[in-house]
Structures are given as structure tokens and as C-alpha cells.
């Protein structure tokens, strides 16, 4: 009798140890499309993406419809992908690279000044009273006057804790640039922050709070 060997897609031998699997086996599947691969894909990295993206934004539906283009974006691109063990980077490449074009564009329309309170990221953690939302609309408000590229930089260093290596990388920039646009926002942003008496006395009550 003879036997005919089926096809098995690697997603029905994996099932649930796609979770398990390193990011270049993960990679190597994205780039032959397979479904268990796409979905693995979002599972793993789209928190990472969206948090990054929300801090940067301010807005939870704002970052939501920025992650649906990354990986829109990093599906379609995946076979472009050289180093499968770098997947991470990849995809943080494209968030980035979503994230500068995004800011720039909110930049040239002004979109800040008319935000609603309840579209700021909710950092208070169910406790977001007055005080809280009109801090963060002020801190908002600082980070959106900086210049994209600082703003991000600024955003990836000490919100996500990236290394500057990690930074460069993600943004195809020098190391040398990263740490020249970090110097660039946080001097910007402790002589603004200075400048309004009140912040830095809120900022700093808050910082060393009891």
C-alpha cells in the first residue's frame, strides 16, 4: 500500500511553541508568509509597538491605527529582511520610521492644540484627576514642541530605555546623532520647563513625592 505524505503547515506542528521559538525561526517564517508567523509576530512585538507609539502620541486610538500600518508595513517588507536574528530591530525600524512621519505631520497642522483631555495617556493608572490630565497635557505639549527626530529620540532613551546603539539602529541615524538629539531635547526641555515656575514645581513635587 502506498503512502502519500501530506503538507503540514509548520503553524499545525508548532501550535502554541510558535510562542517559544527564537525571533530568527519566528522571521524565517514571516518571510514565507506563514499565518502562525504573522500571528506570532503581532503577539510578540505589536505591545511593544503600541506602548511606544501611545507614549509618543498621547493618544491610545491615535497609536492603535499607527501599529495597524506598522505591521502592515513589516508583513509586506518581511521577505526584505537580511539578518532573520534581528527581527526585533526590524521591526522597531518601521515603528520609528512611522512615528517620525506621523509627528511631522501633527507638527505642521498644529493638531496639539486641539486634543481633548481624555485621548492623553492614562499614566495615572485609574487615578487620573484634574491635576493629573493637566499635567500630562503640559508635558504633552513640551514633547510636541521639540523636533521630531529629538522628540523620539527623547521618547525612546528614557520612556522605553533603548540603548543609544538600539536607537541609532532603529532609526538609521549615527550614535553620534542620538546623542546629540538627546542633548538637544533635554536641555530644550529643562530651560521650558524652568520657564514655567509652576510645572517644575508640580514636576518636582511629583518626582520626589513622599
Request: glycine share 4%.
Amino acid at each position: 500500500m502506498s503512502t502519500r505524505r501530506s503538507h503540514v503547515s509548520l503553524s499545525l506542528v508548532l501550535g502554541v511553541n510558535a510562542r517559544a521559538c527564537s525571533d530568527a525561526d519566528l522571521a524565517l517564517g514571516l518571510k514565507r508568509g506563514e499565518a502562525w508567523a504573522i500571528a506570532e509576530t503581532w503577539r510578540r512585538f505589536a505591545p511593544m509597538v503600541l506602548s511606544m507609539a501611545e507614549r509618543s502620541l498621547g493618544s491610545r486610538p491615535e497609536a492603535e491605527d499607527l501599529g495597524q500600518d506598522v505591521f502592515c508595513s513589516v508583513f509586506r517588507k518581511a521577505k526584505t529582511l537580511r539578518e532573520p536574528d534581528r527581527l526585533r530591530s526590524f521591526v522597531y525600524s518601521f515603528a520609528v520610521r512611522e512615528l517620525k512621519s506621523h509627528l511631522r505631520r501633527r507638527k505642521l497642522r498644529s493638531w496639539l492644540s486641539f486634543r481633548r483631555p481624555e485621548t492623553l495617556v492614562n499614566m495615572g493608572q485609574g487615578s487620573q484627576n484634574v491635576e493629573v490630565r493637566d499635567l500630562l497635557r503640559h508635558c504633552h505639549a513640551l514633547l510636541d514642541r521639540l523636533r521630531p527626530r529629538d522628540r523620539l529620540v527623547f521618547i525612546l532613551r528614557r520612556v522605553e530605555s533603548m540603548t543609544v546603539e538600539e536607537i541609532a539602529d532603529a532609526m538609521a541615524i549615527s550614535v553620534s546623532t542620538v546623542k546629540r538629539s538627546m542633548a538637544s531635547a533635554e536641555a530644550r526641555l529643562d530651560r521650558w520647563i524652568h520657564a514655567d515656575p509652576g510645572l517644575a514645581e508640580v514636576l518636582i513635587s511629583r518626582r520626589c513625592g513622599p
